[in-house]
Structures are given as structure tokens and as C-alpha cells.
């Protein structure tokens, strides 16, 4: 467990005047409680949830989030060093868990066990060189030792792990905390990701008073009731709201919405083009709308001339030619009444009975939503509700 002295800043619940903001993400900390509790729900009451909240909490902002989650678990998944001091920062002394799940660096290691993170490890090297800073600062190096069932990124070979645990059962400063793996193909390829389950379960037989994890979201959501064996799960896009499977029927509550302004409306004459290479020509006089939003704050260019649309006045307005850097430009002719300068525009989210979620844009974008999250950019607000 983490017990450092970082400070934690309360948080506070009074939300910035909205008209200030040209673009920003709503982030609904209920609906995230919610999405925990329904993780946990599908876990089960004797296995442990990490959240994980890499790459900002996947766009939602790390501090907050973290400070929140940390009224339902003690678990947190980052990818590097600095995000651990983040997010140790937003829980500050209290008794809480924080994974690096990427390799340290060699000059990250001993800050890193100073601090308290627990760190993932794959070779004899890690497991030796932790050991000596371990003996160096008098303290206590937890390691998760990783297994590459199929991923290819991280882990020693199957036939290693057994040295390597006794390994770190036998090397001074070590704790050895977990045993792990991931999945690459939960959500394509059940059949294989069947075998990484017998296979861990097989290398792992024995072992106990040593997390066991291998599920991600899809692993958690997928294949709950064949993972039974694991006593710590590791949702990432579940804890957003997003399933990664089709036709999923936990109940996750999206808890991100992308929104805009209009900045301008204007008239635009058939035949005239809009935004650069002229991808689009009107073939009638329609009304426009300019908003102030580009693929500067995260709004893939990819869009382009894809179908995408936004949502205004409570209906689908489509995007015209290409997406830039700052702005944007849709198609508002069919609208009862011409929106005004100021006016919300929702990029991903709700308005009205009409929804625009993460998964279409990303469907539209020739990408997958993880990506959509996480590319918005520090220009966009982010506003607590």
C-alpha cells in the first residue's frame, strides 16, 4: 500500500460558469461510481478492482478521478512513473495501491520504490536490479510479475515464470504482490483468449497470498464467470461507461460528453466550397454553422467527409469537409430556428432524444474509442458534474 506524504486537495464541487467555456467535456462522477459498482458487480465480492486510469483516467482527468474511485477501491493502474505521482498526489496517505503497468525506465526505478508504487516486471535484470535498491533504501520493492500469454509487449516466456517467482521469494527487498497477464484479443478472438485463461490458471496453480490478474475490460465483461480463479481485475474503458463488446448488456452509464459552441452562422450559396481542398461544394444555398472545435482539441480529422454529425437544437447536424485545426463548419439548414452564436453544440453525448456516442465517432473515424478518449486534448476544459 501507498504511504507517502502527499498532500490531497479536497474537491471541490463548485463547477465553473459554462458560457466561459468554447469547448469542453462534461465528466459525471455518478455515472462513473456507477460503472465501478457494475465492474465489481461482475467481478464478484471476494475479487479486488483496479481501476485503471492511465493516459489522463483515458481523458477524464487523473486527479479527479482517482480522488473520486477512491471512495469504492484502493486500486489504481497507471502507465508511467509521473502519472503514479499524480495519482498518489490525489489520494495523498492513505492506504491506497497504485500499479505501474509499463516498465520503469532504469533511472525510474528507485524513485519509484522510494514512493511506495508497486511495478510490473518481466525479466531476471528487473527482478535483480530491484532487489539492490530495495537493499539501498531499506525498503520494500512489490513486484507483479508478468507472464506474456500472447500480447508480445511485456513478460518473460511461460516457461521462466516458475525461476522468477522463486526468484523473487528468494532475492532480499522483495515483495513479490501479484502474478499477471493480459488479454490482446478479448473482445475479437474468444477461442484464444480461452487458452491464455488455461494457460495462467496453469502456471499459477498453487499459488497463494499473491494477486492473481489477467482481465481487462473486455476479459471482466466477457469471460467473468472463466476468470473466477483471478482475485484482482483490470477495467479501463468499463469504468468510462463504454463496453467493448457488442451487444453487452452491463449496465454502464457513458461518463464523458464532448460539447462546443457555435461561434458564428452564416449563409453559404450553392456552389460555393467549404474548408481547405474544397472537399465540400454545396449543390443548393444552405445555412452554416462555424463551431470552435478542431482536431486541435481532439476531434479526429478523420471525421472528414466520414457522415460524422453533431448534435444542436436536439438534432443530427452534419459535418462539412474537412475538419481543421480549430473549427469546424455543419450543416444547420434543416434546423426550426438558426442557432446564435454561443449556442451548445454536443460532439459526443446526449441532447434532446438524439445521442452521439464515443463508439460511433470512433467507428466513423476508422478508430476504436479508447483513442477518441484519450486524444482530447489540454486545450478542453474539463467540468465535474
Known amino acids: 500500500m501507498v504511504r507517502s506524504n502527499f498532500h490531497r486537495e479536497p ?45 489522463d483516467a483515458y481523458g477524464h482527468g487523473l486527479s479527479r478521478i482517482v480522488s473520486a474511485l477512491s471512495q469504492q477501491l484502493n486500486w489504481f493502474g497507471v502507465a508511467t512513473l509521473n502519472e503514479a505521482i499524480t495519482a498518489a498526489s490525489a489520494v495523498g496517505g492513505s492506504n491506497f495501491t497504485i500499479l505501474i503497468l509499463s516498465p520503469c525506465l532504469p533511472g525510474e526505478r528507485e524513485k519509484a520504490i522510494g514512493l511506495g508504487f508497486s511495478v510490473s516486471v518481466s525479466t531476471r535484470e528487473e527482478l535483480e536490479d530491484y532487489s539492490s535498491i530495495a537493499d539501498q533504501l531499506k525498503a520494500t520493492a512489490r513486484i507483479h510479475l508478468k507472464v506474456d500469454t500472447g500480447m508480445g509487449r511485456m513478460g518473460c516466456e511461460p516457461a521462466e515464470l516458475s525461476h522468477l517467482i522463486d526468484l523473487s521469494n528468494s ?112 449543390t443548393q444555398d444552405m445555412r452554416v454553422a462555424t463551431l470552435g472545435v478542431g482536431y486541435g482539441d481532439g476531434y479526429p480529422r478523420h471525421l472528414s467527409n466520414t457522415g460524422a454529425e453533431v448534435l444542436i437544437q436536439g438534432k443530427r447536424c452534419p459535418l462539412l469537409g474537412r475538419v481543421t485545426m480549430d473549427q469546424i463548419v455543419v450543416d444547420v439548414s434543416h434546423l426550426e430556428s438558426s442557432p446564435a452564436p454561443g449556442e451548445e453544440a454536443v460532439l459526443i453525448g446526449q441532447q434532446g432524444e438524439e445521442e452521439i456516442t464515443a463508439v460511433e465517432l470512433a467507428e466513423k473515424a476508422g478508430t476504436i474509442p479508447w483513442e477518441i478518449l484519450t486524444g482530447i486534448t489540454s486545450r478542453v476544459d474539463r467540468v465535474y458534474v
Open 171 to 282: 532475492l532480499p527487498g522483495l515483495e513479490l504482490e501479484g502474478v499477471c497477464t493480459h488479454f490482446p484479443s478479448a473482445d475479437e478472438d474468444p477461442e484464444f483468449t480461452r487458452k491464455q485463461i488455461e494457460k495462467f490458471q496453469e502456471l499459477t496453480a498453487g499459488l497463494d497470498n499473491v494477486r492473481l490478474h489477467i482481465a481487462n475490460s473486455a476479459g471482466l465483461l466477457g469471460f467473468q464467470h472463466e476468470i473466477n480463479r483471478a482475485s484482482l481485475v483490470r477495467p479501463g474503458l468499463a469504468i468510462y461507461g463504454i463496453s467493448p463488446l457488442e451487444n453487452d448488456n452491463t449496465p454502464l452509464h457513458p461518463t464523458l460528453s464532448l460539447k462546443t459552441r457555435v461561434t458564428l452562422v452564416r449563409s453559404l450559396e450553392a456552389g460555393n466550397s467549404v474548408s481547405y481542398g474544397r472537399t465540400f461544394i454545396a
Open 11 to 55: 474537491m471541490s464541487e463548485t463547477l465553473p460558469d459554462k458560457n466561459t467555456h468554447r469547448c469542453w467535456a462534461e465528466v459525471d462522477l455518478s455515472a462513473l461510481s456507477r460503472n465501478a459498482s457494475a465492474c465489481q458487480q461482475a467481478a464478484g465480492e471476494t475479487c479486488e478492482l483496479m481501476a485503471i486510469v492511465k493516459a
